[in-house]
């Protein structure tokens, strides 16, 4: 069974600094998808970045981008220049396999210092 | 313009009540989600339909049942509800999968059940 792990349950940062959350996976699947959700204090859902397992290439979305490395089932967020707006409830979670349903990690609640 | 939507946003009842949730997206997506988050924000899927029809179905009591009357719209209907049922309950929908090709979901704000 795929499992998502966060080892991180918080982390703090300052204003305008980087830091970096992590998120291993396990799973026996080749093709299959990452992402990295954010629940803000309002409790919606938001969709920050996503990754396809077949491409080699990282992906970013302006101050956020991901370290993904396939054969060490590694999925981290960097999320630079930090904002207050940032802080939130950061999820990992992943899709793969014949049904195309999340797997989340248990989050890390991330908070920004000013 | 809201994609996805959920009503009620709050739902407080009794132990033992009958309650529903609705959802509705007009994204004209043809797959959408029933998740879970408990008390310790751990989320987990529940049901899913494409196109009117049961895809996944997760260990959940049958005391939960989703129902799709079209496309647009999964309820999910709770009887007998209990004390461990309280949760924020999240829709979603996506475009489901093309080939090889998973779209992402869309959530919607959540409904917050609390059973007294």
């Not at chain 1, 959350?21 to 299959?32: F, H, I, K, V, W």
């Not at chain 1, 803000?40 to 396809?52: A, C, H, K």
Request: aromatic residues 12%.
């Amino acid at each position: 069974a795929q499992t998502v792990t966060q080892s991180q349950p918080e982390m703090s940062v300052q204003e305008a600094e980087t830091v970096t959350l992590s998120c291993t996976y396990d799973t026996s699947e080749s093709d299959y998808y990452l992402f990295w959700y954010k629940q803000p204090p309002s409790r919606q859902m938001i969709l920050v970045i996503r990754q396809e397992a077949y491409k080699q290439q990282n992906a970013t979305e302006n101050r956020f981008s991901v370290n993904f490395q396939k054969a060490a089932k590694s999925f981290s967020l960097k999320i630079s220049d930090s904002q207050l707006g940032d802080a939130a409830m950061y999820f990992c979670a992943y899709e793969g396999g014949a049904t195309n349903k999340l797997i989340f990690g248990t989050g890390t609640l991330l908070a920004v210092q000013p | 313009d809201t994609a996805v939507s959920q009503t009620p946003k709050y739902l407080v009842t009794q132990m033992g009540n009958d309650k529903s949730i609705k959802c509705e997206q007009n994204l004209g997506h043809d797959t959408m989600y029933w998740y879970k988050q408990d008390s310790k924000k751990f989320l987990k899927i529940m049901f899913s339909y494409n196109n009117k029809e049961l895809i996944i179905n997760e260990t959940v009591p049958n005391r939960f049942s989703p129902k799709s009357p079209d496309k647009a719209h999964l309820n999910l209907h709770i009887n007998s509800l209990e004390l461990g049922d309280s949760a924020v309950y999240f829709c979603a929908s996506s475009l489901g999968r093309t080939g090889t090709y998973s779209y992402e979901q869309y959530f919607g704000p959540g409904t917050r059940l609390t059973v007294t």
